[in-house]
């Protein structure tokens, strides 16, 4: 059963364009978080989906971020016109249930 | 809003010392607090979970504590060693709400000198 898989792992992208992050969950769970860590701050929660739902997008900025848990295939963080502040750790949870989450090794993206 | 902190930010200790971690929570309303590793540059590994009902957890040279009610917990590390240079987090996960979100402390940054 293999972790939970995040790519790509590094992403450069220039201001202006937009960054996609993909995070396949562990084999049979249906709940996925997205966490952002900043330079030299805590990770902090973004958004928590289920399989089709977004549960809970509280720590999502109100522009420009969006994320989605189709059906099929991956989660997908979605970043339009990025800007150098969003440079950061981009890290996926799993968990089956409310039960203790799994990382995955995280998305570092570099705004030029 | 819960807050978590970490002391002490950074700690360098020599190989082969017992050391302790500490992490305080302001809301002791939560479901489970974990203890993770995180190596520069790379992703999260979780060491320990706690759930609310426990008062410790132990695996291998570590050994977890959990105070609910003073808002605190522990993370002991026996017979450090280099390969335990890390960063240590600690995240307490709510009890209320229909989402799981962890909040994250600051972290310590653990140096054991061979």
């Known amino acids: 059963n293999a972790g939970v898989m995040q790519n790509p792992r590094h992403l450069v992208r220039r201001r202006g364009q937009e960054a996609r992050l993909r995070c396949s969950p562990m084999?049979?769970?249906?709940?996925v978080y997205w966490y952002r860590q900043l330079p030299e701050e805590g990770l902090k929660f973004m958004v928590y989906l289920q399989k089709e739902n977004i549960i809970d997008e509280s720590g999502m900025p109100k522009e420009r971020f969006s994320a989605e848990f189709p059906k099929e295939g991956p989660s997908i963080l979605r970043i339009q016109q990025v800007v150098r502040g969003d440079s950061a750790a981009y890290f996926c949870?799993?968990?089956?249930?409310?039960?203790?989450?799994?990382f995955g090794q995280g998305t570092r993206l570099t705004v030029v | 809003k819960q807050e978590v902190t970490q002391i002490p930010a950074a700690l360098s200790v020599p190989e082969g010392e017992n050391l302790v971690l500490n992490c305080s929570f302001t809301?002791?309303?939560?479901?489970?607090l974990q203890w993770f590793r995180q190596d520069p540059g790379k992703g999260l590994t979780s060491l320990l979970l706690?759930?609310?009902?426990?008062r410790e957890q132990t695996s291998g040279r570590l050994n977890a504590s959990l105070d609910k009610s003073s808002g605190r917990s522990t993370l002991y590390i026996a017979a450090s060693q280099p390969g335990d240079s890390a960063t240590y987090l600690c995240a307490v996960s709510p009890s209320s709400g229909s989402a799981r979100q962890l909040t994250f402390g600051s972290g310590t940054q653990l140096t054991v000198l061979p």
């Open positions: 809301d002791s309303a939560i479901y489970n």
């Open positions: 706690i759930q609310s009902s426990q």
């Open positions: 084999k049979g769970h249906s709940h």
């Open positions: 949870a799993s968990s089956p249930a409310d039960t203790e989450a799994f």
